[in-house]
């Protein structure tokens, strides 16, 4: 690298790294632009003659002296600095996933979240009544034991993309689960709606719904037909 000012690598380039070594001669200071995924790095200016700035766009990020080494994090924002207990106290964001002492003084990190799906339980014999599936539900337990009717609204193109919710019975029970879609799904259903309908032959009928463009798409379907 010898040319100055502000470089801004591919962001897949940057993002399959952790490493990254400068070297060269520079002309100026350089401004290095990272996206700004959380991400660790270990940076190393093996250059000569200038710093090196490295942020994400807009931000103040790290700088680093000719022959730096430094284990940085970028934590959504910006590039902060995480080589001791002291930095990662200052720049701790456990709520949004970067790491911190916790109330006891224990290092603790959040960047990777509970493996394990939120259960929601939907009973229309409960009170009050829940019918209702929200489109944010990632399991929902269809706990009604005779026959009952349930509704999920329309995914949000976009917004939405790539949520999933499986649906379970817990009883032998012949429910219907009416699914609304921004757009008619693809054939052989034109219409802005489908209907889930379970056989009610066994325990643990199900199926899973993947949201995508506004629509709901069925897969692993068990013991239910569709209309």
Request: hydrophobic content about 35%; some cysteine.
């Given at each position: 690298m010898s040319a100055g000012g502000t470089i801004t690598p591919t962001p897949l380039n940057v993002t399959k790294a952790f490493n990254l070594k400068f070297t060269g001669t520079l002309a100026s200071a350089v401004n290095f632009i990272v996206p700004s995924g959380k991400h660790f790095f270990r940076l190393h200016h093996a250059g000569t003659a200038h710093t090196i700035t490295v942020k994400v766009t807009g931000q103040t990020g790290v700088t680093l002296n000719p022959g730096d080494i430094r284990l940085v994090y970028c934590n959504g924002t910006d590039i902060v600095a995480a080589e001791s207990i002291q930095e990662l106290m200052a720049n701790k964001d456990v709520a949004n996933g970067y790491a911190g002492l916790d109330s006891n003084g224990k290092l603790h990190f959040s960047e990777f979240p509970d493996p394990r799906e939120v259960v929601n339980v939907y009973d229309t014999t409960a009170s009050p009544p829940t019918s209702e599936i929200p489109v944010a539900t990632q399991q929902a337990m269809l706990v009604d034991a005779s026959a009952a009717a349930?509704?999920?609204n329309a995914p949000v193109a976009g917004t939405d993309d790539g949520k999933r919710i499986e649906i379970i019975s817990t009883h032998t029970a012949a429910?219907?689960?009416?699914?609304d879609t921004f757009s008619p799904p693809v054939t052989p259903f034109d219409a802005t709606y489908m209907q889930l309908n379970f056989a009610g032959s066994i325990i643990g009928e199900g199926v899973v719904l993947r949201a995508y463009n506004g629509n709901?798409?069925?897969?692993a379907l068990r013991g239910l037909t569709l209309s």
């Open positions: 349930y509704h999920i429910h219907t689960v009416t699914v709901w798409y069925c897969s």
